[in-house]
């Protein structure tokens, strides 16, 4: 069986093209319904902002109610939220309508088990079979609202901090004019951390629009003009976070499972392969072991199941903690690394100097057929440039989940020349083929 539909997270597209169609969308309702509806047991859906989630979670709630399901509408959540809500309370699924960190023109479909758990690429390939094919049930599934569900994720994010505060604080939070508005605010205030608010007013077209975990320039800026201690970026879903420090510097995925597995004495982390070589050597300098999984924060779910470690994530901002939640949660992950970085007596600053990351750089190449990484011309260009950095960088070409790119990214000097030169080369080979 094929998964089609689903790329690195979930099915996306252009909304209103396929396949995020009305025709298409009801099919993964109904697909939805007949593979993971249960008897007493509503499925949930949320949403973000973006101008098209409304009528979309709207296509869906029909369609699984088609389906003999009943549906309870969270409306507006961060993604992690939903996966939240779906494990406390006991619903069938959970279906998050949400394009995470793209434009708002972009939308997508996320869905969880009942445990709150993204789904493998066996149950994807379930659901992806049964798209089509599903027909609606006899009898009929009801729809209300549960928009009472969203104090009782705020309460769970506060509490994950023990009791704790962070009073000493002054932070600035960009919440992508996304899913977290408002709700990040709300959390860090809770936590008596001087908020600074950014971007927290969505319209339905200015989600990721010049801020967000993507595109921090204006959080850097903000941070260092007011002095603060530093700065918290989510994106559109609130499943990824960004940080940055008092100097304004980036503060990534790599830094925060650095802090997180030295300060809670973790004896191995699991990342992706996207993750810096520099992290590796900071981890094994303390002892500490690192398992590479393929990218997508369901697949480091995967990878912790397998290795029994509690920590793991990736470089764009999915942290993981399966013991509080089983999927990237950009709120959870910023409070515990402020509790860590708190507790620990240094600053954001002091933990960000003791990982040397190596230059990084990605290149994204706009492509008409994914499928062309596996063209034997090709795929001997990458095998070559990989051989030619061996032992001083590290090459890595793969093709988007999310969108119609290749994603070339070099590691070493000169990472981001090496990595346009190639992205070059392969786009010139396309050409020819």
Request: proline share 3%.
């Amino acid at each position: 069986m094929g998964r089609e539909l689903f790329g690195t997270d979930g099915v996306r597209g252009v909304a209103g093209q396929y396949p995020l169609d009305d025709a298409t969308i009801g099919q993964v309702g109904l697909a939805i319904a007949q593979q993971f509806g249960k008897s007493g047991a509503p499925i949930l859906i949320g949403r973000d902002p973006r101008q098209s989630s409304p009528h979309i979670a709207q296509i869906l709630a029909k369609a699984i109610n088609e389906g003999g399901v009943d549906v309870e509408v969270v409306s507006v959540i961060t993604t992690p939220g939903l996966a939240y809500l779906t494990r406390e309370t006991n619903a069938s699924a959970g279906v998050m309508v949400t394009a995470s960190h793209n434009p708002y023109t972009d939308n997508g479909i996320k869905v969880f088990t009942s445990k709150g758990e993204k789904l493998t690429d066996e149950q994807e390939a379930s659901l992806n079979l049964a798209i089509g094919q599903a027909q609606p049930a006899t009898q009929v599934g009801q729809s209300q609202t549960a928009e009472k569900l969203l104090k009782q994720y705020e309460d769970f994010l506060v509490a994950s901090a023990g009791g704790e505060n962070l009073a000493n604080l002054s932070m600035a939070v960009d919440s992508a004019n996304g899913s977290a508005s408002g709700l990040a605010a709300r959390v860090f205030k809770h936590l008596a951390i001087d908020v600074i608010s950014l971007f927290d007013k969505p319209d339905g077209i200015n989600i990721n629009d010049g801020c967000g975990a993507t595109n921090i320039a204006a959080l850097q800026t903000e941070v260092l003009k007011r002095k603060l201690d530093g700065g918290v970026a989510l994106d559109g879903d609130g499943d990824r976070v960004v940080l940055v420090d008092a100097q304004g510097r980036e503060f990534n995925g790599d830094h925060m499972l650095y802090i997180l597995a030295v300060t809670g004495e973790q004896i191995g982390v699991v990342s992706t392969i996207m993750s810096n070589y520099g992290l590796e050597t900071a981890l094994a300098d303390q002892g500490i072991k690192l398992e590479r999984t393929a990218v997508g924060d369901r697949y480091v779910m995967e990878g912790l199941r397998r290795t029994g470690y509690k920590l793991g994530g990736e470089q764009s901002g999915h942290i993981i903690l399966p013991e509080l939640l089983a999927t990237g949660d950009g709120l959870l992950a910023a409070v515990q690394t402020m509790m860590a970085v708190n507790a620990s007596g240094k600053s954001l600053s002091q933990w960000r100097d003791q990982v040397e990351l190596l230059p990084q750089a990605i290149v994204n190449l706009k492509v008409a057929d994914k499928q062309v990484i596996a063209n034997p011309k090709i795929k001997k260009i990458i095998e070559d440039e990989a051989a030619d950095l061996a032992g001083r960088g590290r090459l890595l070409v793969r093709p988007s989940g999310t969108e119609p790119v290749l994603r070339i990214m070099a590691e070493g000097q000169n990472a981001k020349i090496t990595a346009q030169a190639i992205a070059a080369k392969i786009e010139q080979a396309i050409k020819s083929l």
